[in-house]
Every structure is written in structure tokens, then in C-alpha cells.
């Protein structure tokens, strides 16, 4: 009997996969096992710690809208697992996942039985995205990586047409390393030799090692100049400013996806010369139809309510940046919940100046903060503060409220709970 999308789901998140675990040797006998379909491909490959899963819905959406054939693999979902698999802007359909959950499964466990290690969570996923992809016979495959770049499992794909670096931060520093210098070196592992990279101008230490990398590696390096950006209009109905000499249109909010869309404007102009279809029109027309669930979504105008899923010192660095932006001198509620294994303590003092009350909330992760937790260290800061024993308790008060702009923040599951309580699918 055929395997079911709730029994794929089942597998696929089964906590003997749950293992984060760098490196290539598992995913690629994995592949091998299936046909190797990935070598069948093309990609635009993309990496950095914020801003590639919207860098991503820009380029995808420019190269769907010049009548390419797209495949769009990102992680973490927001509301639907199929969310991370995508073609031409649809999402895989879920008995297609059953279905080659079921190969995958088959070819994971002939390698246990050959006293290899099993494939993670990770490796199978990014398997069925593959698979699927060729059987659609896309033009081209946009590839988020999962974490870091050198060894994530997407990167066993041949030479992309461009390698894409959106930033460097601080994060999973446990798998990349304690210095930004470190954390630059496994997202310059995505650089391939004799190819074209693409990135945003970073700080000293992250540009020395991708520099460094891309001069090793013989491969094209353009620099974005984001300094160049000349804002004309930002508000709730989107943003436009000029750039390299082109007025651009986005529907998106926020100031950082003005700079994601503008590095996938960098990107998809490096395109052009092999992509005959990718004119400006399209580009321009793409990047101001992309969408992207979760990152300043605005589900709610008047009052307004927000919804952004930044999880680290960075993304909600950005946040603040862009609601300051959007709204000066302005104050909110704010809807929160963090994992205790983030710098939640930075990330909640980055938000205190701009903040009436906090309603604070527990993801469903074992790594959550406890709301109770979150509260006791906002109110010995100062702030007014209420926990919530559940998220919908916390989602409906917030809604109900009319008397202030209110701003939900944090891991993107718990985001995507919180989107599906008051909105739906």
C-alpha cells in the first residue's frame, strides 16, 4: 500500500532523523542510490544567515515571470511543509511527497542495511526536492541552504550558475564556528571554481574570507553596493527606490528587503547574458510580484499587525530598523517567543525602546524559553510584560485589541502557528 502524506510527514520527521549533522558523505550515497538526479539540473545557489529565504522568492519569482520553468527549495516552512518544495509557485503535491518519501525511505534504509549511517531529516528532504524537480524538468532550481554552505546537503549540486551569499552573522555558531571569520569560510564553501559569486558588501572579516575564497577558486566575485540605494516611497502598500541607475518596485515591507531585492537584482543582471528570456521587464515585473510569507507580513492594516520571523540579534536588528522606518517615533505590542538557545536577553533589548507591552508566548520546540521565563527577564528590564499559557490565547488577545500596532516576532514555526490561528491556510 502506498505511503500517505501524514505517514511521509511521520517519517520524515521522525526524531531518529533529528540530527543536525554537517557534511557530504551521507547525502551524496544517498543521491547516488536514487539516480543522482541532481546532476541533471541547474541552480542559482544561495547562502547567508538572513535574508536568503527572501532573496530566493525574489530571484525565483524573476525567472518565473520571464517564462522559465522554476524550482524553489527553502526551509524552515511557515505554515505547510510543502511550502519548501515549489514549482513554478506551486507547492509539491502531497501525495507526489508520499511518493518519493517512499523511494527516499527505501534507498535510506538500504544504507542502514549496509552498515552505513542512516541520512538526517535534512539530507532526506533535500532527496525528495531533487527527485521532484527533475521529474518536473525545471529550467532552474533556486536552492536555499539549510545552514552554512561548505557542508550542507545542497551542496553536492554541480557548478550553479551563480553562488549567492546574502550576509554573515552570528548564528548556529555550535556547527559554524565562534568568529564571523569562521562563519564566512563554511558559507564561502558554496563558491565553486570558475563560477560566478554574487554578494552583498559585508563586514571586513566576513569579506576577507570570501574574497579570499572566490580569488582560490577563480570565480567571478561581484560586490553589491547597497550603499547605492536611493529610497523614493515605503509604506504599508510596498516600496520602491533607485538602484545601479534602475527604479525598482517591491510589494514586500521592510528596509532589509529592500537590500534582498536589490542583491537579487545584482544577481539575476549577472544572469542575463545566458538566460536569453530574462529581460529587464521580467526582472523588474518579478521582483515586484514576489512574495514571502512571514518576513514584516502586514495581515491586518488598521491598527496595524505585523508579523516577522526574526529569530536572531540580526533579524531583529532589522526588524526594528524597518518599523522605525515605517512608523517614526511610533510604539507596539509585541507577540513573542524565542528559543533558549538563541541571545534572546539581545534580542529583546534591541525591541525595548520602542515597546508598551510584551505578550509572551512558548514555542512548540524542546528548545523554547518558557513564556514565564521571557516575562520575568522583560519585567526585571522595566517592561510591562504578561505571559500566555497557550499561543492562541495570546494571537486572539492581541487581535482583539484595537488600541495599539502590535508586532509578532520570533522562530518562524511559531510565526506560522500564530499566521495560521488568524488567518488560516
Request: glycine content about 8%.
Amino acid at each position: 500500500m502506498a505511503m500517505t502524506y501524514d505517514e511521509a510527514l511521520d517519517f520524515l520527521n521522525a526524531p531518529k532523523y533529528s540530527e543536525t549533522r554537517p557534511g557530504l558523505g551521507p547525502v551524496t550515497e544517498l543521491m547516488h542510490r536514487l539516480g543522482d538526479p541532481q546532476d541533471e539540473l541547474r541552480y542559482v545557489h544561495i547562502t547567508g544567515t538572513n535574508g536568503k529565504g527572501s532573496t530566493s522568492a525574489f530571484v525565483e519569482r524573476a525567472l518565473r515571470e520571464a517564462g522559465y520553468k522554476t524550482g524553489l527549495y527553502t526551509s524552515p516552512y511557515i505554515q505547510n511543509f510543502t511550502e519548501r518544495i515549489q514549482v513554478s509557485g506551486k507547492e509539491i503535491p502531497r501525495q507526489e511527497l508520499a511518493d518519493i518519501t517512499e523511494k527516499v525511505k527505501a534507498a535510506s534504509l538500504s544504507m542502514l542495511a549496509d552498515g552505513m549511517k542512516e541520512p538526517t531529516i535534512f539530507e532526506m528532504v533535500t532527496a525528495v526536492a531533487f527527485i521532484y524537480f527533475y521529474r518536473m524538468k525545471c529550467d532552474i532550481v533556486v536552492l536555499e541552504v539549510g545552514m552554512g554552505g561548505r557542508l550542507d546537503a545542497t551542496n553536492i549540486v554541480p557548478r550553479p550558475e551563480v553562488s549567492v551569499i546574502t550576509g554573515v552573522a552570528m548564528d548556529h555558531m555550535e556547527f559554524l564556528g565562534d568568529t564571523i571569520a569562521d562563519i564566512a569560510f563554511e558559507k564561502a564553501g558554496i563558491i565553486r571554481d570558475g563560477g560566478v559569486t554574487v554578494t552583498a558588501s559585508l563586514v571586513p572579516e566576513a569579506m576577507n574570507v570570501i574574497r579570499k575564497t572566490a580569488e582560490e577558486k577563480n570565480s567571478t566575485l561581484v560586490e553589491a553596493d547597497l550603499t547605492g540605494i536611493r529610497m523614493l516611497e515605503s509604506g504599508l502598500d510596498g516600496q520602491s527606490y533607485v538602484f545601479q541607475g534602475q527604479k525598482i518596485s517591491i510589494s514586500k515591507l521592510g528596509k532589509y528587503q529592500v537590500r534582498n531585492s536589490a542583491l537579487a537584482y545584482t544577481v539575476l543582471e549577472q544572469m542575463k547574458t545566458r538566460w536569453p528570456l530574462l529581460t529587464e521587464d521580467a526582472i523588474l515585473k518579478g521582483l515586484e510580484k514576489a512574495t514571502w510569507m512571514g518576513r514584516l507580513e502586514l495581515l491586518r492594516k488598521d491598527p496595524p499587525f505585523l508579523i516577522d520571523g526574526a529569530h536572531n540579534t540580526d533579524g531583529v536588528m532589522a526588524l526594528v530598523e524597518s518599523l522605525k522606518d515605517l512608523f517614526p517615533g511610533e510604539k507596539f505590542r509585541f507577540v513573542t517567543g524565542v528559543l533558549k538557545d538563541k541571545d534572546y536577553q539581545a534580542m529583546m533589548s534591541l525591541t525595548e525602546d520602542i515597546a508598551v507591552e510584551y505578550f509572551t508566548v512558548t514555542p512548540d520546540s524542546p528548545r523554547a524559553l518558557p513564556a514565564e521565563d521571557l516575562r520575568d527577564l522583560l519585567e526585571k528590564d522595566g517592561q510591562k510584560a504578561c505571559s500566555f499559557v497557550s499561543l492562541k490565547e495570546a494571537a486572539f488577545e492581541a487581535w482583539r485589541s484595537e488600541d495599539l500596532k502590535t508586532v509578532a516576532f520570533g522562530s518562524l514555526y511559531y510565526i506560522g502557528a500564530l499566521r495560521s490561528i488568524l488567518v488560516g491556510n
